[in-house]
């Protein structure tokens, strides 16, 4: 598809591998063929930052003159070749495999991708993040497949009004301007799959390539289809309910049937939210058709093989359906699944709901399907056990099944051409590749000068950007002369001033308008003659959410005012582009969300790796990052500061402490004060918070245990798998058996003595665990003690007399006994929920 077919075969031997690059996406982060991109056609290369469609619309001519040219042909053939390269070359998982590990594939699925610009199927964090987590598996040599869906007209576009409200465009998406291609099978067929939820639908395959790593995006929109159904991949998160289920079963259900039909059957599959979890039904139902046996068994065994991530902070955050729409949409397919709609339903609601209008949760099936389940930062896990405990009544909240890894950003599709130049410089070109830990000794010695060009040159590209998204606007809007416009724009903002971001999506939780709650102190702080600030805000409110657009009217309200309007910008259609821009640019990254209601936040992160600092709430991920030493932060804590303390302080950091680090130079123009900042926050944070670090955690603690895990039930026709879904059923037929006749409990001195006659019916001894526990304190985390069996009672069936002793640390009412399931191959609690507290 280089070029047309009718070109001479030595022609397209010159231009070979120039489509391999076009529909590569790693050009977004990787920049090796921007110049050929320019060289095809420089002006709408800036344009568009699309490397496909620069080769789409080139003239023939054009290429023919560029196959003739021999210095662009080398070029090529370097830049080609290096790509290939990097392709096939052993990365950090390829030497990790020679330690004989066994993880073949993982299938990331996920409702929207952030992979660049020219393929817009995101609307913001969660697809940005799924976007760099494809990005870093590529870098580490993961075994790793994405899933996800294609839309016609993706997220909206943002435009205002004269009154400055948020105007909401659906601009079609053309599939052959995209970096796409359909996927192919047998003699060249476009792979086109049926679901039969509930009515007949065609779902056609493309592929995106993300270096190494494939996405496959699954669409409706196939002329075979009733007009309603195509639509169904029309937009991202539009519509209603039943819109969104639609999706949903697409996403889960048929997004594992692409993969059968490809031959992929992944060891392990990540859920990245619950808008997947009905993947967790299709491939238990896979497996009980390929083994025979029923779905509480496949469940077993496929639920080894399944993580669950979580980015919700708030339980009515989920995905939740009515049960009459779960019988519409999903009746029949349960039939497959040998389930009556109850039994259905019940897997997504709380144990023992028995309320018939019960919505059916996403994320509560998700977590029943999985082995583990994570949060996105170390506080949104703690959020998520609180959120998740009822689904473990009697257990303690600590104790829910629910653990972290914390986000990361995938650093060189952030970083500005003047970091990548001095990361490259102090810790070379592999470094993101590597072990994160080693760079910051490297990059530690970095010097002021360096920092502080760097900051410079970055903010100045920033201001080029404002002042030329300023000038499109005024063209559009105004009826003035070029030379007017010219000369407005170079009025707005200056190279050497404090530059402030602000950016994301804008919902109240956000508190976007927090900086905004003395609209005349702030513009003090703005136009102060001396030490001035310039804002930059950008972001966009969901087309239903009606509060959040009014925020973004109050901020465009206020820009309007006369000494205002060159200090600020809020800049409209909030994209990557735009986003790439503000955190390479930004001196100082605002962030002031409600805690805990931020699962994690990572648009700050992307600040880091260019020498910008935060200046955050402490939720998400700045709660365990911050310290004096790397930003600021603000207390933290809602319950006791009303909004208006937590502005007054946030408008004191910056008068007090902010802008005078920023001013306050030495005898070289340096302001050592900020650069201390600079330099700690680079070397310690930007390596740690980086999509290298996250996808690392992800292998090391969930996808190679799960595929070890999920590997062990299936061998020798499932026999482990079958024997502990036996157990798991048995357990839970004869719990209700179990029951205590006597607890004694002594002070002997300094150690306590516990016993008690534990009767198991028909359950044996390694069914079941028995422990005496205290609630963990800060000082004492040894907490859980197991009983141990001191001999059977006489003339009693499973009858036995447990007992210990323990130091007397802490007071005797403290301690509770407790009997839990055992057993060595299940999740306690996440596969046997059931306990007994011995009162």
Not at 466 to 477: I, Q
Not at 491 to 520: C, E, S
Not at 521 to 540: C, E, F, N, Y
Not at 631 to 642: K, R
Request: net charge negative.
């Amino acid at each position: 598809m280089t070029v047309p077919k009718y070109f001479r075969p030595d022609m397209e031997q010159k231009l070979d591998g120039l489509d391999e690059l076009a529909q590569d996406c790693s050009y977004s982060w990787t920049h090796g063929a921007d110049e050929i991109w320019r060289e095809l056609d420089a002006e709408f290369w800036e344009q568009t930052r699309n490397p496909w469609l620069v080769l789409q619309t080139v003239s023939r001519a054009r290429l023919e003159d560029l196959s003739k040219n021999e210095a662009f042909c080398e070029k090529l053939r370097v830049i080609v070749s290096a790509h290939r390269q990097a392709l096939s070359e052993q990365r950090w998982f390829q030497v990790k495999q020679q330690q004989d590990i066994a993880l073949r594939t993982i299938a990331y699925f996920s409702m929207e991708f952030g992979l660049s610009e020219a393929l817009p199927i995101y609307s913001g964090g969660l697809g940005l993040l799924a976007g760099d987590h494809l990005k870093a598996a590529n870098d580490l040599g993961l075994p790793l497949v994405g899933v996800g869906l294609l839309y016609q007209k993706g997220y909206f576009r943002q435009a205002f009004d004269a009154d400055g409200n948020q105007i909401a465009l659906y601009p079609a998406s053309e599939t052959s301007d995209m970096p796409i291609s359909p996927v192919r099978i047998n003699r060249g067929e476009w792979l086109r799959i049926q679901l039969l939820t509930p009515s007949r639908l065609w779902v056609r395959v493309w592929q995106a390539q993300i270096g190494r790593i494939k996405l496959y995006l699954l669409d409706t929109n196939d002329p075979a289809n009733h007009p309603v159904d195509r639509c169904i991949t029309a937009e991202l998160y539009g519509g209603g309910s039943e819109y969104r289920l639609s999706q949903e079963i697409l996403l889960g259900i048929g997004g594992w049937q692409v993969l059968q039909a490809l031959g992929i059957t992944p060891d392990v599959c990540h859920l990245n939210e619950g808008h997947a979890a009905l993947l967790v039904l299709e491939r238990a139902r896979h497996f009980m058709r390929a083994h025979n046996v029923d779905f509480a068994t496949a469940l077993t065994v496929t639920r080894a093989g399944n993580l669950f991530t979580t980015h919700t902070s708030v339980e009515a955050g989920f995905d939740r359906f009515s049960p009459d729409l779960i019988k519409n949409s999903l009746g029949l397919y349960a039939k497959e699944l040998n389930l009556d709609l109850d039994g259905l339903l019940a897997l997504g609601r709380i144990p023992g709901n028995n309320d018939v209008a019960a919505p059916f949760n996403m994320a509560y099936l998700a977590i029943r399907g999985s082995a583990a389940v994570n949060g996105v930062s170390r506080l949104h896990g703690e959020v998520s056990r609180d959120i998740f405990n009822p689904l473990f009544p009697g257990w303690p909240r600590y104790e829910v099944p629910v653990t972290h890894v914390t986000n990361g950003v995938h650093a060189p599709s952030w970083d500005s051409m003047e970091a990548d130049e001095l990361w490259t410089q102090l810790c070379g070109k592999g470094r993101w590749f590597c072990d994160p830990e080693h760079l910051a000794k490297q990059f530690h010695h970095v010097e002021d000068q360096a920092l502080w060009h760097l900051r410079a040159r970055n903010r100045s590209r920033l201001v080029q950007f404002v002042r030329d998204e300023y000038s499109r606007e005024l063209n559009v809007h105004s009826n003035l002369l070029d030379s007017e416009v010219e000369d407005l724009a170079l009025r707005l903002f200056d190279p050497n001033v404090l530059t402030i971001g602000f950016a994301r999506r804008f919902a109240t939780y956000k508190r976007p308008n927090l900086l905004l709650t003395d609209p005349d102190r702030l513009a003090r702080l703005l136009t102060d003659p001396h030490r001035p600030m310039q804002l930059v805000i950008s972001g966009k409110a969901h087309p239903a959410d009606l509060p959040g657009q009014r925020l973004i009217k109050d901020w465009n309200q206020f820009m309007r005012r006369p000494e205002i309007r060159n200090h600020a910008i809020f800049l409209s259609d909030y994209d990557m582009i735009t986003a790439e821009y503000l955190v390479q640019g930004v001196d100082l990254w605002i962030n002031t969300p409600r805690r805990p209601w931020e699962a994690c936040g990572t648009s700050g992160m992307k600040i880091l790796v260019n020498g910008g600092l935060n200046l955050s709430e402490l939720d998400g991920w700045w709660a365990e990052a911050y310290r004096p030493e790397v930003g600021w932060a603000l207390n933290g804590h809602e319950a006791e500061h009303t909004d208006a303390d937590q502005a007054d302080r946030l408008y004191e950091l910056l008068e007090q402490e902010i802008v005078p680090a920023f001013y306050e130079r030495n005898g070289n123009g340096i302001p050592e004060r900020w650069l201390s900042k600079m330099r700690e926050s680079m070397t310690t944070l930007t390596p740690f918070y980086s999509a290298n670090r996250m996808v690392r955690e992800y292998t090391d603690h969930f996808y190679l245990p799960l595929a070890e895990k999920y590997q062990r039930r299936t061998v020798n026709g499932a026999q482990a798998g079958r024997s502990l879904s036996r157990w798991l059923s048995r357990l839970n037929d004869l719990w209700p058996k179990i029951h205590i006749a006597r607890v004694n409990i002594e002070n002997r001195e300094a150690v306590y003595f516990f016993s008690l006659q534990l009767y198991l019916g028909d359950l044996t001894a390694q069914d079941v665990r028995v422990e005496l526990f205290a609630e963990p304190t800060e000082g004492d985390t040894d907490n859980i003690h197991e009983m141990h069996i001191d001999h059977a009672l006489p003339g009693a069936v499973n009858g036995f007399v447990y007992t210990i002793s323990i130091p007397a640390k802490r007071p005797i009412s403290d301690y509770t006994p407790r009997i839990i399931p055992n057993h060595p191959d299940a999740g306690i609690p996440a596969e046997a929920q059931a306990i007994l507290w011995v009162k």
